[in-house]
């Protein structure tokens, strides 16, 4: 099993829809075995500047992790498709353990 995570900001778009929206959209439609979006608290994206989105006034960007799990071969196809609609964000991947009794 391999884990991916892809590091945006909450407020991109592609093609009039939030991007984490399309990720996980694209995620299902590629049959991806799980996924889960989570939001930063505090973060940053090349750069020095923090973004604070729970401050209160603050106008930053939310910084945003989706993280999804399946074979090694599936997410390395997934990941291939996935860079030919967007270039944005930073991506790790790395192998997991299930866990199980």
Known sequence: MVQAQIFINKNEFLGGQPLYEFIMQFLIKHQVKSATAFNGSLGYLQGSHLSRPNDLFSFDEVPLLITFIDSEEK???VLKSLRTVTQSGYVI???V?????
């Open 93 to 95: 991947v790395h192998d």
């Open 75 to 77: 997410i390395k196809e």
């Open 97 to 101: 353990k299930e866990w199980s009794e």
